[in-house]
């Protein structure tokens, strides 16, 4: 019995180590590498929005009603955004399905967010772009003639360095994305995934006209004014069907991916902005700053509280509470490999946290307080120790299961829609309520019967250290 | 020993004392809001912006602006500073917002956007829903939760009753309490209130249970002790447990109202006066609800009502 409780000792002790290097400020990652077993895993604080400052917009298919999406054409539309928001350069910028027509965008750190919402939602612009006799390299930003509308173009199409040059090229459009029929990926002779396309009558014209006479010359395929792709047209291609090849070749996903940009980029689905929430860096930094002194106080006047009303086990459980702390933040970090990589911090988020705090010492003061009963009734100490972390469980069992399945609902209503504050907290309480079972039950009884081995006489003369 | 039910109509219309203010708060909110409490944009879809301008400004001026602009509809609250606004107004669209912008920098100089919500009013729709089927979805989880917590006890059904009534009494603290702050101080019902609520809702029936437990633990040991002093007895064993624990989420919630972000003092508010009127009601409230029961004294009264009257 004592040789297992020092074995659960050294175990808590080496997992309070562990975690306390997780909370340190200046780790990184954890980077194994013993021979054939390698492990990364990036450690950091993720937080959310409000606490970093930026934009979070919730964007909806705008179809007439009555009309539904298929979860490819969204899926397509998802990516037409991730593209635009990669074009921004946001650091940690998040886009996620939501729900059967909706994607949500969070972009931490933007500076001007009517601009972004505006590039996010700009519907998007498909051409085929004459290229000349050099291949033009895919990512590049290029001035072309055509226009579709007369609505000032959001996304810039000139980068900043072509503007000092004093003359810009211009590049010729050939066809448009609405001269495109459909776009799917096959395979060439050899096997090596390709695209294979087909035009409308008056592109199959245009394109016949063209090809024709620009044979090995280069075509640009371009969205948004960026080049995707820039194939070689080998032959003429008059019957209106055409197929574009890399001269490095496809992978099945790139080809699948130019697929739905040339089938959803000529035609995407229109999106509508049906939510934005904008926190200025200042009230983040803000927020911050006071959640971590509100939090900080909090827990010390638990921590004093406790010391002065139970004592020794008080001091135990003072113990366990900040251990309770350094697990809770360290899975925030570090996530639970295998289940999820870590938690987003958010104010509500932070308050689940101190809440569990609360609860975490719920469960030490039920069984203090039926250990103390138990030895005014005059029984020895360690029946009294065992019969507090018995007769405690179901009261324990209970609260925690009830908190628990509160959680459950909550988390059921902050994934209805935009509100990920609310999702935050349930994260945060569960953990919490979870890691204070832990801490609280397995934690504090191997603590007391450790100190109860070591000293057990002692205590039995100094009562009032046991806070009777 | 000292019977501590005894007072218990006394205790009954303490509560009645919070909750029935908080009721007509929320009758007078019905009819001139449309809801028992003053709805946020969470709810009814809109744009909130808090800005903070270089030099000092006039809300009436702005409120102008917007109202030259076709939005009737719209408050505006300047901060002590004299230089930070909040503005809500109906749901404007990106152009509406650029107007806007626009006539404010014109009017006022540059300002920053502190904060910015906009909510279409499809999804003030989506989220009532969510949240009036979320309120019932625990309440649905905490009645099973009882159903199952007293399966084996005799007179189950009691016991439930009482705890849900303690349950019911507390949400209507503190919304009664929020409807009040409402028409007083302007404060509106938002997606964090709806998890505030559900929270206490969790947490209410847990202070409920475990004196019930002790009640279902102690009543086959002291048979021959009136059901009164048995009560009493679990009351206070357990009345230290209850309290040592309340205080503690309330020491951290209390740390939090007074030194955290100014964003979440409605939540945390709620949170603690729910917490608060848990403890209250599972001592106050659900035990004597079962006294009552157990003396069968609904009946009584009633008999005696009705002998009077006949």
Known sequence: MRERNLFILLAIVLLIAFCLWVDLPQTQALNIQLGPIKIYREIKFRLGLDLKGGLQVVLEADLPPGEKITAEDMEAARNIVQNRVDGMGVVEAVVQRQGEKRVLVELPGIVNPDEAIATLKATGRLEFVEAGTTPLPEGLKINTTYEITPTPEVTPTITPTSEITPAVQVYRTIMTGKHLKSAKVGSDEFGRPEIDFELTPEGTEIFAKYTREHVGEFLAIVMDGVVISCPRIREAITEGRGRITSEKGFTLEEARRLAIILRYGALPVPLKVIQTRVIGPTLGQDSIQKSIRAGIIGIIVVLTFMLTYYRLPGFLADLALISYGLINLAIYKFGIPGLFPGVTLSLPGITGFLLSTGMAVDANILIFERMKEELRQGRPLPVAIEAGFSRAWTSIRDSNLSTLLTCVVLYWFGSNFGASMVKGFAITLFIGVCVSMFTAITMTRTFITFVFDLAGRLLEKRRWLLGI | MYNLVEKRYWFFGLSLLIIIPGLIAMGISLARFGAPWKLSIDFTGG??????????????????????????????????????????????????????????????????????????????????????????????????????????VPNALRYGVCAIIAMIHDVLVATGLFSIAGLIIGWEVDALFITALLTVIGFSVQDTIVVFDRIRENTPKRRGEPFEIIVTRSLLETLHRSLVTQLNAIFVLIAILLFGGATIKQFVTVLLVGLMSGTYSSIFNAVPLLVVWENREIQKFMAKVFARSS
């Open chain 2, 47 to 152: 744009t909130l912006m808090e800005l903070r301008f270089e030099q000092k400004v006039s809300p009436e001026r702005i409120y102008s602006i917007f109202t030259g602009l076709g939005y009737g509809d719209t408050t505006v609250q300047t901060a002590a500073d004299e230089r930070t606004v909040v503005i809500k107004c109906k749901p404007l669209d990106e152009e509406a917002k650029a107007r806007v912008k626009e006539e404010l920098t014109k009017e006022f100089g540059t300002f920053e956007e502190i904060h910015y919500e906009y909510i279409g009013p499809a999804v003030g729709k989506e989220v009532t829903r969510a949240a009036t089927l979320a309120v019932i979805a625990a309440s649905f989880i905490i009645l099973s939760f009882i159903v199952f917590a007293f399966r084996k």
